[in-house]
């Protein structure tokens, strides 16, 4: 089946400050790249997704890019919030990584 | 409803016993994912229908656990003689198309199943 790597496991950051997670992942043939934050306690809900024909897509403050040569994936915060703090989770094909939990300390 | 939706919520098993939870994906979703979340941890892939076909199983830990969709719709995630390391949240995802490679969209995901084995 697909391998996801995610790094990092954790992250911690100032408010204000930037956050970058990076997926690496396996099979080249799929196009599909998503993120989810799952909050405590909630469902992982869908943030950002990239599809294979584009380098970056933004989304006000999120941003994903993509390099499919390197085979990796990375989400990008800017302007840190406190309510961004959450576990992070990119996606591909029917895997998912093994999430990072991202805090945002005021 | 307008989400995915499963029951129970909570269920509390003792070792040895059979659970069953129940996934109602969102109306006319092709792809059904079943995963195990464990404390602290990213989704496990367990299996994967595409309407009623089950075409990947290989998430599945061991022969105790069986999964059906009978008429492409509701799904059913059956433990067998539950162990401890059974714990976990259960998570129930649906997608409008079915997965291959190149049709892959955003995945929705209900509110899992927490179960505990004491």
């Known amino acids: 089946g697909e391998n996801v790597e995610q790094h990092p496991s954790t992250l911690s950051v100032q408010e204000g400050d930037s956050a970058v997670i990076k997926c690496t992942y396996s099979d080249s043939a799929s196009n599909y790249f998503p993120w989810y934050k799952q909050e405590l306690g909630k469902r992982p809900q869908l943030i950002i997704d990239i599809r294979s024909n584009v380098g970056e897509k933004k989304d006000q403050r999120i941003a994903v890019t993509l390099n499919k040569t390197a085979k990796h994936f990375s989400l990008h915060i800017t302007e840190t919030q406190p309510e961004d703090s959450a576990v992070y989770f990119c996606?591909?094909?029917?895997?998912f990584g093994a999430g990072t939990r991202l805090t945002v300390k005021p | 409803g307008a989400g995915v939706s499963q029951s129970p919520r909570y269920k509390v098993a003792k070792r040895g016993q059979d659970v069953a939870l129940r996934c109602d994906p969102i109306s006319g979703h092709v792809s059904l994912f079943w995963y195990q979340q464990a404390l602290g941890q990213g989704p496990e892939f367990l299996t994967y229908?595409?309407?009623?076909?089950?075409?990947?199983k290989s998430g599945l830990p061991s022969d105790r656990f069986f999964a059906e969709r009978p008429e492409g719709s509701v799904s059913t995630l059956k433990i067998q003689r539950t162990q401890q390391e059974d714990s976990a949240v259960y998570l129930c995802?649906?997608?409008?198309?079915?997965?291959?490679?190149?049709?892959?969209?955003?995945?929705?995901f209900g509110q899992g199943t927490r179960l505990t084995v004491v």
């Open positions: 229908f595409q309407n009623e076909a089950q075409l990947d």
């Open positions: 995802a649906s997608s409008l198309v079915g997965w291959d490679r190149t049709k892959n969209t955003e995945a929705f």
């Open positions: 996606a591909h094909r029917e895997r």
